[in-house]
């Protein structure tokens, strides 16, 4: 499978959320409103399935798709997101395309989600697989879970309530437009990204310049990012 890799850009990257959102800006006070919401600072999306329908359902996507080798970069860098075969733990043939992690894997492989926190911040996590809740099987939703990921540190998810993570037969492209469900379905993985109930309020004496935002003031609405 041959994909153009993408450019390089002039446009300067985005930001991390814990530099650019104003929710997760501490000065010494509790970032109450980001640490109590049940909307995602983020929203990290998976779309999977057989190699070569995978490769369709990039072409429909309709962007330039960027090979992995190994954890991507999701939505404005608050995560890294890669997923490995579970037997082996190999990363998996992927591809970032339009903000979505494209994957490759065959009906019933078992599979290892890898989570990365790229913030010195805790996070909670609500994962969604194939339409239902990967903790307590219902129907999945993106309000705040209760996945708990260090700050700087990883989480590898390899069961659901239900049993090992296994990749399901993927017919068609309606993964690709599930991303407005909280819900999804099958062939979509959705990670809802908050900023943890427990997170530490820090110091100004703690941020770096380039974190301050000029003049005091903060970005208005939500940070750049994909959705």
Known sequence: MTLMAACDSAVAPLRPAWQQDPNLFHRGFPARPAQTTDQPHMVARVVYAEPERLKGMIERQGDVADA????????????????????SGKWLESYVCGGVLFVAGMPNQAYKLVVKNRTPMALELKVGVDGRDLQGGGSASLGRGSLHVEPKGKLELDHASNGPLLFKKVSGDSALFL??????????IQMGVFLAADAPSMGPEKLRPDQVAPLGFFPVGRPEQYR
């Open 179 to 188: 991303h407005s469900s909280p819900k999804g379905g099958t062939g979509l």
């Open 68 to 87: 992995q080798r190994g954890m991507a970069r999701m939505g404005d860098g608050t995560v890294d997101l890669g997923v490995q075969d579970a037997a």
